[in-house]
């Protein structure tokens, strides 16, 4: 008993000198210290790049001191963290997060909480968490337009093809393979470097070795090595006529 009121007396001269009390957890917190975050969002990127993680915050702190805060991006289901200087009143800050989730084109939602682990003790711990949400931008979408042959079509002539296409990216251009199948056999794989905007690319196939209608199919990206929007649009297919 004597020994609980020697601490008791310890822990209370220690609050007195140092002007903070005790949580319930037993850490020695500043009176009146308390993150309140207000917003969180981030910066839209393209696929496979760190994200910008923006907080609006309001840091309440007796002493006007700065604070390091680890931050919680809750990324489905993975969390990856970064850490915030904040500043005392009402700010915003940065911290910037990695994620292979990010690999993934399209929208995420994220779950963003400051000092998610409470090490530092606050007045209210419930009001450090916000929602946000994030694009991944894919780095291109092509898609086919048209094929057509800029010649006659005879046995055993080269086949000439152009291909009309239309490319959206944030990029000068990327270069891609464009298989021909012909009655659904591979026939011709074409290297085309493809520009932004609505294009056109020449490709050819190998001569058929006998008269007569052919179904050919053109397929950009293939082996789907490029992350796009829609990877249903690489295809489209047409039908020819060989004569002799």
Do not use: W
Request: a negative charge; one cysteine or more; aromatic letters at 6%.
């Amino acid at each position: 008993m004597k020994k609980g009121m020697i601490l008791f007396a310890f822990a209370s001269a220690l609050m007195v000198i140092c002007g903070c009390e005790l949580d319930p957890t037993g850490r020695a917190a500043e009176q009146g210290m308390n993150i309140r975050l207000l917003q969180a969002s981030a910066e839209d990127i393209n696929i496979n790049r760190p994200a910008v993680i923006l907080l609006d915050y309001e840091l309440s702190s007796p002493r006007d001191e700065s604070v390091a805060a680890e931050v919680f991006v809750h990324i489905d289901g993975s969390v990856e963290t970064c850490t915030a200087l904040l500043e005392p009143g009402r700010n915003r800050a940065s911290c910037t997060v990695r994620s292979e989730k990010f690999r993934e084109p399209g929208k995420h939602r994220l779950i963003i909480t400051v000092d998610e682990e409470n090490l530092l003790a606050e007045t209210d711990e419930q009001d450090n968490s916000a929602l946000a949400a994030i694009f991944v931008r894919p780095v291109a979408n092509i898609r086919l337009l048209d094929a057509e042959p800029v010649s006659d079509l005879r046995v055993g002539s080269p086949a000439r093809f152009a291909i009309s296409y239309e490319l959206d990216t944030p990029f000068q251009g990327l270069s891609s393979d464009v298989s021909i199948y012909r009655d659904g056999v591979l026939t011709a794989v074409c290297p085309v470097f493809f520009s932004p905007g609505i294009g056109s690319a020449r490709c050819a196939v190998q001569p058929s070795s006998r008269p007569g209608r052919y179904v050919l199919k053109f397929a950009a990206d293939s082996p789907n090595l490029i992350a796009e929007l829609d990877e249903k649009d690489n295809n489209i297919t047409i039908q020819v006529a060989v004569v002799r």
